[in-house]
């Protein structure tokens, strides 16, 4: 479902696999080639939500904002089901592990990767390029190659995926 808040209606490039049973209203903007996965919820009721390009929102995600403090996913993002982001900023290449929690003004660097289950609080800064983890997340180690590596593969199957999906099911259908 696609919706507007007071008039403004998201902004969804032609590329973009969206589930039928995703949810997404408001100031949204979302670009080429990423997947909106099933039951996502992205509000755009409260400030602008913004998704680059090849980002991969899975299964029961919610993307939300405060006032005045966007929420911004920059390209080759990968977000793992059940992950709540409220009002982040989340780097390019980043990867953010099922059911992590990352709340207001919290900034995830180029190429991190934030474990299952952890919980950035606000305004905490991840360093590009490391593995944090834990409730609160803590520094784990810096990211070796095999994780980059992984990262990379996880990002190139969810695109295709979602290139999939779009042609190949009614489930891409609109």
């Keep these: 479902m696609i919706d507007h808040y007071q008039g403004v209606y998201p902004t969804i490039h032609d590329s973009v696999f969206l589930a039928k049973n995703a949810v997404i209203n408001g100031d949204v903007t979302i670009d080429e080639d990423s997947s909106i996965w ?17 980002v991969s929102i899975q299964d029961l995600t919610v993307l939300h904002q405060s006032p005045d403090n966007p929420l911004i996913i920059e390209d080759d993002v990968t977000v793992g089901h059940q992950v709540t982001l409220h009002s982040a900023i989340i780097r390019k290449n980043a990867l953010i592990g099922m059911g992590a929690i990352i709340l207001d003004g919290a900034e995830i660097g180029e190429n991190a990767f934030v474990a299952a289950g952890s919980l950035v609080p606000p305004g905490k800064q991840v360093p590009p390029n490391t593995l944090y983890m834990g409730n ?5 180690r810096d990211l070796t190659e095999a994780d980059y590596q992984e990262m990379e593969r996880v990002r190139k199957s969810y695109v295709e995926k979602g290139h999939y999906y779009k042609v190949h099911t009614d489930l891409g259908k609109k």
């Design 136 to 140: 609160p997340a803590k520094y784990v």
């Design 38 to 54: 099933f039951h996502v919820v992205i509000r755009g009721d409260i400030a602008p939500t913004r998704i680059g390009k090849r």
